[in-house]
């Protein structure tokens, strides 16, 4: 029984592994509001990045560089020589419990051996095995430089199971920047495609 057991649980191992290289790509779905005055760019809508005096860790940087090319692909040029905007950009991540954990987790109709005792409970052979869910946002706020007013902002928030930052944090931007520089008005859902 104890070999039967073992063998399920190594075809379980690999079946997931080869499903995995399968799933090379997913759908992200953000929920995005955006704000703008603008009605159009100029010809040459250079900006650079500003930072609050909170946002002066190293990880800054790389959230910047994540935004980088929604930036690019949204029509604004980096040049942080002559801007003409600034542009500030922010994320938030929280680890939080899933939306299909069971209410149940701890109780359960089965009986077993549990710390030397007997006890109910759930979560099979090897205890709570709980899939990984995360809330994520970003927002990404644009001044024009010579005035200081906000001409842009935008804020998309993301909840799922996606733990590579490094793809999804680069869609969410992507996401928020959409229909920029005159975004719809009000709330919307915006699919971005990750790992094209």
Same mark, same amino acid.
């Given at each position: 029984?104890?070999?039967?057991?073992?063998?399920?649980? +190594?075809?379980?191992?690999?079946?997931?592994?080869?499903?995995? /290289?399968? $799933?090379?790509?997913?759908?992200?779905?953000?929920? @995005?509001?955006?704000?703008?005055?603008?009605?159009?760019?100029?010809?040459?809508?250079?900006? *650079?990045?500003?930072?609050?005096?909170?946002?002066? $860790?190293?990880?800054?940087?790389?959230?910047? !560089?994540?935004?980088? +090319?929604?930036?690019?692909?949204? /029509?604004?040029? *980096?040049?942080?020589?002559?801007?003409?905007?600034?542009?500030?950009?922010?994320?938030?991540?929280?680890?939080?419990?899933?939306?299909?954990?069971?209410?149940?987790?701890?109780?359960?109709? +089965?009986?077993?051996?549990?710390?030397g005792g007997f006890g109910f409970g759930t979560g099979g052979p090897f205890g709570r095995m709980e899939s990984p869910w995360y809330h994520r946002?970003?927002? @990404?706020?644009?001044?024009?430089?010579?005035?200081? *007013? &906000?001409?842009?902002?935008?804020? !998309?928030? %993301?909840?799922?199971?996606?733990?590579?930052? %490094?793809? &999804?944090?680069?869609?969410?931007?992507? $996401?928020a920047l959409q229909g920029f520089p005159t975004p719809p008005v009000g709330p *919307?859902? &915006?699919?971005?495609? &990750? +790992?094209?």
């Amino acid at each position: 029984m104890k070999q039967s057991l073992l063998k399920l649980l +190594g075809l379980a191992i690999v079946a997931t592994w080869l499903l995995s /290289g399968c $799933a090379t790509s997913y759908l992200l779905d953000s929920n @995005v509001q955006s704000f703008s005055s603008l009605t159009a760019l100029p010809a040459q809508p250079s900006y *650079r990045f500003e930072r609050l005096p909170s946002q002066q $860790a190293p990880g800054q940087a790389q959230l910047e !560089a994540m935004a980088d +090319g929604a930036l690019h692909q949204a /029509g604004l040029l *980096r040049d942080d020589a002559n801007p003409l905007y600034t542009v500030q950009v922010s994320a938030r991540l929280d680890r939080v419990l899933s939306p299909w954990a069971s209410p149940w987790d701890g109780w359960g109709w +089965g009986m077993g051996v549990r710390h030397g005792g007997f006890g109910f409970g759930t979560g099979g052979p090897f205890g709570r095995m709980e899939s990984p869910w995360y809330h994520r946002e970003v927002s @990404v706020i644009i001044r024009e430089l010579a005035s200081n *007013r &906000v001409v842009f902002e935008s804020h !998309a928030v %993301n909840d799922g199971p996606w733990m590579d930052d %490094n793809s &999804v944090f680069p869609a969410m931007f992507e $996401a928020a920047l959409q229909g920029f520089p005159t975004p719809p008005v009000g709330p *919307r859902r &915006v699919d971005i495609q &990750v +790992g094209r």
